[in-house]
């Protein structure tokens, strides 16, 4: 299901996660590195622009260029967070990009990371999922989810997954929140094995510009409200747990990324 891959060399990118970062999260299909702005946001940039609709969902984007994700996302938001880390995901099916790092790793279908990690109560949540339309829909999604659930889920005696080089983290806890108006969403975590545990209603507030989107819960705020123009979010709350993973849903994922599309 998985191989091991040999350590590459990091440069320096000012990461600043609670845990050590893996050098590679690789299953036969799909690789995971650490995202790294040097290498990899003006490539992801340069696709997403004709993307929008990636970050529809999403409280931030589109960026109009590498310059203003790193200054608004990676170093405002990422970096300065000891609780947030992000992947690079390479499709390793498709031909490699000429700007693959590590050296034909595969064609760059987007991105996605941890966040609101908390090492004190063993739990993380998978989110800034940025994957290019082209390779949604696909065995993308869910062999980059299931590396990401086996590294975080799994115990170090596991046997089942050896696509790191660094222990799994042995969480008991990992949450998945979405838009509650993006039911795609929804029902990719629930397929992967993720419970319903919640709606979270009015939990953020939006920029004004999502608001052609369709992307709020529809309703307007109250006169008085402090920002009339944000658009109102209500969010899905789902979560799985380690008793879960170790009762089934681990072989279900498993199953699910040896499918083919």
């Known amino acids: 299901m998985s191989t091991t891959t040999p350590a590459m060399p990091l440069l320096d ?9 893996p050098n590679a999260l690789e299953s036969d299909r799909i690789l995971l590195t650490p995202f790294i702005p040097e290498i990899h946001t003006l490539p992801f940039v340069t696709q997403a622009v004709r993307f929008p609709e990636i970050y529809d969902g999403l409280p931030f984007g589109p960026f109009e260029d590498a310059d203003e994700m790193n200054r608004d996302f990676v170093q405002g938001r990422i970096q300065k967070d000891p ?37 004190a109560q063993l ?3 998978i989110g800034f999922v940025m994957i290019y339309p082209s390779f949604q829909r696909t065995h993308v999604t869910s062999n980059v989810v299931g590396l990401l659930l086996h590294y975080a889920l799994d115990v170090p005696s596991a046997d089942s997954f050896s696509g ?8 008991r806890r990992v949450v998945w ?17 993720f ?13 004004p510009r999502k608001k052609s989107l369709g992307v709020g819960n529809g309703i307007n705020p109250r006169v008085g409200d402090p920002h009339p123009e944000g658009v ?7 979560a799985l747990c380690w008793d879960d993973w170790e009762n089934g849903e681990r072989d279900k994922v498993d199953i699910i990324m040896q499918r083919v599309v």
């Open 13 to 21: 990118y000012n990461h600043n996660f609670c845990f050590s970062v």
């Open 232 to 238: 109102g979010r209500d969010t899905a709350l789902l």
């Open 177 to 193: 929140q979405a838009n509650n108006s993006n039911k795609a969403s929804v029902r990719c975590a629930e397929r992967l094995g």
């Open 164 to 171: 790191h080089n660094t222990s799994p983290l042995a969480f």
């Open 195 to 207: 419970k319903l545990e919640a709606i979270l209603r009015w939990d953020r507030v939006l920029p």
């Open 83 to 119: 609780g947030m880390v992000l992947f690079a995901i390479y499709d390793k099916t498709r031909p490699a990009d000429a700007d693959a790092y590590p050296a034909g790793a595969g064609a760059l279908a987007g991105v996605i990371g941890y966040l609101n990690t908390k090492p």
């Open 123 to 125: 739990q993380t949540e």
